[in-house]
C-alpha cells in the first residue's frame, strides 16, 4: 500500500535520513540534499543549494556522476560501487529519475552508505582468517612431536627446491638419518623417554643447519634433512656436524655398544640437477640414495656418515 503523505512530511523525512542523499540535475548542480550529505561536505544545506558538485567533490567523483548519466541514457544500470571522500570510503547507489513519456533521465539520486568501519573489520576478519589458514598449513605439515616438518612438508619444499635449484643450476643435498638401536632404546627406557630422545634430536639437528634448510621426521626414528644450494661435500660436513652434535647430547643407552644415543646419516647430493627431469623423479631418485648410503652407514657399525655418489 502507498500512502500519500503530504509534500512537507516527505521533505521531512528526505532531510532526516540516517545515509547521506544527494539529487543531481544533468549538469551535476544539486537539487537537494539531506543534513547528512551537508556533513560529509562540511558545509550547510543553504550553501549546497544550487551549487555544482565540482565546487565539493574532487574531479574523479564528477566525472563518475556525468558518466553515469551517459549510462543511465542507454538503458543501463549503475552497479553499487566503492568511493573514497574525505578520508571515508563509500558505497554508493545510484537511482535514476525520469519523467516524461520518453522517460527521459532528467536527475539521480545518490545514496552513500559509509562502510569504513565494515571494510576495517573485514580486513581484521580476512587477517584472522589468514592467520588460521597459515596455522592450519603448519599443522599440516608438522610432526607433532618434534616440532620438525612432516613428510607432506618435506614433498612441498623439495619438489619446489628441486624446481628452483633445476631452473637455477644450483646444487641440491639430502641426508637420512636413523636413530641407532632406537627399538632396544624404547624397549629399556619406555616410550615417554623415547619421545623425549627424539625431540632432543631434532633440536640438535636444527642447531646444525641454517634456516634455509629444512629438517622432517620421515617416519619413526628416521629423520631427513633437505640442504638447498648445497654440494656433496657441503652436505657430508653438515651431517657429521650432526653427528656430533647428537653424540653431544650424552643420552644414555644401554643397549648401545656406543653407551648413548647415536645417530647414522646417509648423504647424496647432486652439483646440478638435468632439466626436463620431473621433480618427483628426482626426489624419489636422491631419497632412494640416500637410503642406501644409510644402510652403508649401519653396515660400517653406524654411529657415522656415509655418502653416495648420484648420477642423473
Avoid at 545510484?94 to 532528467?106: A, E, I, Q, Y
Avoid at 628452483?164 to 632396544?184: G, L, M, N
Wanted: proline share 4%; hydrophobic share 40%; aromatic share 8%.
Amino acid at each position: 500500500m502507498i500512502y500519500r503523505l503530504p509534500i512537507e512530511d516527505l521533505r521531512q523525512i528526505f532531510l532526516s535520513l540516517p545515509v547521506p542523499v544527494c539529487l543531481l540535475d544533468r549538469e551535476t548542480h544539486y537539487l537537494g540534499a539531506n543534513h547528512r550529505y551537508a556533513d560529509i561536505c562540511n558545509t550547510s544545506l543553504d550553501v549546497l543549494a544550487g551549487k555544482s558538485m565540482q565546487d565539493f567533490c574532487p574531479p574523479e567523483l564528477v566525472a563518475n556522476a556525468r558518466r553515469d548519466f551517459q549510462v543511465l541514457d542507454t538503458g543501463g544500470i549503475i552497479p553499487a560501487h566503492e568511493i573514497i571522500y574525505r578520508n571515508t570510503t563509500f558505497l554508493v547507489s545510484v537511482s535514476p529519475l525520469s519523467h516524461g513519456r520518453d522517460k527521459t533521465v532528467s536527475a539521480i539520486a545518490v545514496t552513500l552508505t559509509d562502510i569504513s568501519k565494515l571494510k576495517l573489520e573485514f580486513a581484521a576478519v580476512n587477517e584472522n582468517l589468514a592467520v588460521a589458514y597459515k596455522q592450519m598449513q603448519e599443522h599440516a605439515e608438522t610432526d607433532a612431536l618434534t616440532g620438525l616438518a612432516n613428510r607432506h612438508g618435506l614433498r612441498q619444499f623439495f619438489e619446489r627446491e628441486l624446481r628452483r635449484c633445476t631452473q637455477e643450476q644450483r646444487p641440491i643435498s639430502v641426508a637420512i638419518i636413523d636413530v641407532d638401536y632406537f627399538k632396544s632404546y624404547n624397549d629399556h627406557y619406555g616410550h615417554v623417554a623415547g619421545d623425549e630422545g627424539l625431540k632432543a634430536i631434532a633440536s640438535a639437528i636444527r642447531s646444525s643447519i641454517r634456516s634455509r634448510d629444512y629438517a622432517t621426521r620421515y617416519g619413526g626414528e628416521e629423520l631427513v634433512v633437505i640442504l638447498p644450494d648445497t654440494d656433496l661435500a657441503g652436505a657430508e660436513h653438515v651431517a657429521e656436524t650432526i653427528l656430533h652434535a647428537v653424540r653431544s647430547l650424552s643420552i644414555q643407552h644401554k643397549g648401545s655398544p656406543f653407551e648413548r644415543i647415536t645417530v647414522s646419516i646417509g648423504v647424496v647430493g647432486v652439483k646440478t640437477v638435468p632439466r626436463g627431469l620431473y621433480s618427483a623423479d628426482v626426489r624419489d631418485s636422491l631419497l632412494r640414495s640416500a637410503d642406501k648410503a644409510l644402510y652403508a652407514a649401519k653396515d660400517a657399525g653406524r654411529n657415522c656418515v656415509k655418502v653416495w655418489n648420484d648420477k642423473f
